[in-house]
């Protein structure tokens, strides 16, 4: 098992790109919340009491075996289209209902490429698009439009026309949130989640803060 210091020193001097480097170079533990070098959590055992990497689930040791060992090298992965033009992809966006992948130049070209075909694409726009501030292309048909943001000008993004394509709901996001949801509650102790105070029937909200969990209801009738 490799000295961590050392295979530190080694990665450190490797003048190749980052995919080049040997598999040493993208191994790391974890633990604590804090990206320590390679084997950082075992390096304590010595002599014999030593074990490798694959083999850690068969030690019955509990000196110092916590954390977790990854491997964050790159994936390859298959080629599903390579650019005959000069200029770079920069960004790529898969529109599932479609079967196609678009793809942003550098030029701001927008490509189309269909999946299943990689020798079939298509320029959406031969005049170049100013990412953040032009809209690049409406598809009818399915009623999305893809843009590039200004928050991320080397990105396509999509959505649907629609005020529900376009805005998140309160009940699929976290507490978090842009839309800043309120907790509106009801006289039974239940509630539901909404976007500001005035879509809440009885004006009783709570902001920052969980709603309850309701385990189960009862029906009850009074006596008089």
Request: a neutral charge; proline letters at 6%; aromatic letters at 8%.
């Amino acid at each position: 098992m490799p000295v961590p210091e050392l295979t530190k020193t080694n990665c450190q001097e490797q003048v190749v790109r980052y995919v080049e480097r040997t598999e040493d170079c993208f191994l790391v533990s974890w633990s604590n919340n804090r990206n320590q070098s390679y084997c950082a959590a075992y390096n304590g055992m010595m002599g014999d009491n030593k074990f490798d990497n694959c083999n850690l689930h068969t030690s019955k040791s509990t000196y110092r075996a916590y954390g977790s060992i990854e491997n964050f090298k790159p994936y390859d992965g298959k080629v599903l289209f390579k650019e005959q033009h000069s200029q770079p992809i920069v960004a790529i966006r898969e529109i599932q209902n479609e079967g196609a992948l678009y793809a942003l130049r550098k030029d701001h070209n927008v490509v189309r490429l269909l999946i299943g075909d990689e020798k079939t694409s298509e320029v959406l726009r031969s005049i170049p698009g100013t990412p953040g501030k032009q809209l690049l292309e409406v598809l009818p048909k399915s009623n999305r439009v893809l843009y590039v943001p200004a928050s991320s000008p080397t990105t396509i993004n999509a959505f649907t026309s629609s005020c529900g394509g376009m805005y998140e709901t309160c009940t699929s996001i976290a507490w978090k949130d842009p839309l800043h949801c309120l907790f509106c509650a009801d006289k039974d102790g239940t509630g539901t989640v909404v976007p500001d105070k005035t879509k809440c029937p009885n004006k009783v909200t709570y902001s920052n803060v969980c709603p309850p969990t309701i385990f189960g209801t009862t029906v009850t009738s009074e006596q008089h």
